[in-house]
């Protein structure tokens, strides 16, 4: 079994930045896809980026150039986000899954098997 544990999370002005983390414990490995996904209320979860176990990313077009993905082996990951916006208000979860032969980890919030609890992030304007 996995278990994700988000943490970071908060409320911050438009243009701000936060930086948010997930700790993996259980049987996961370097291997495995991990990816950062958001839901705001009324909305469904989507996908905001993800990273392969060579470090390779992919991420949504909205938060492009603005999010970074990392992590550190299969035990810790992060999402730094910079430049804020007021839409970027979500339930931010961290998920995983073993790989299945993507070139690149997927962002399809259906493809991952193991979520966290979530972390509130609120930007105002």
């Known amino acids: 079994q996995v278990q994700l544990v988000e943490s970071g999370g908060g409320s911050v002005q438009a243009g701000g930045s936060l930086r948010l983390s997930c700790a993996a414990s259980?049987?996961?490995?370097?291997?495995?896809?991990m990816g950062w996904f958001r839901q705001a209320p009324g909305k469904e979860r989507e996908g905001v980026a993800a990273i392969n176990s060579d470090g390779s990313t992919s991420y949504a077009d909205s938060v492009k150039g603005r999010f970074t993905i990392s992590k550190d082996n299969a035990k810790f990951l992060y999402l730094q986000m910079n430049s804020l916006k007021p839409e970027d208000t979500a339930m931010y979860y961290c998920?995983?899954?073993?790989?299945?032969?993507?070139?690149?980890?997927?962002?399809?919030?259906?493809?991952?098997?193991?979520w966290g609890q979530g972390t509130q992030v609120t930007v105002s304007s």
């Open positions: 259980g049987y996961i490995y370097s291997s495995y896809c």
């Open positions: 998920a995983a899954v073993p790989p299945m032969g993507w070139a690149l980890c997927p962002i399809r919030q259906y493809e991952y098997r193991y």
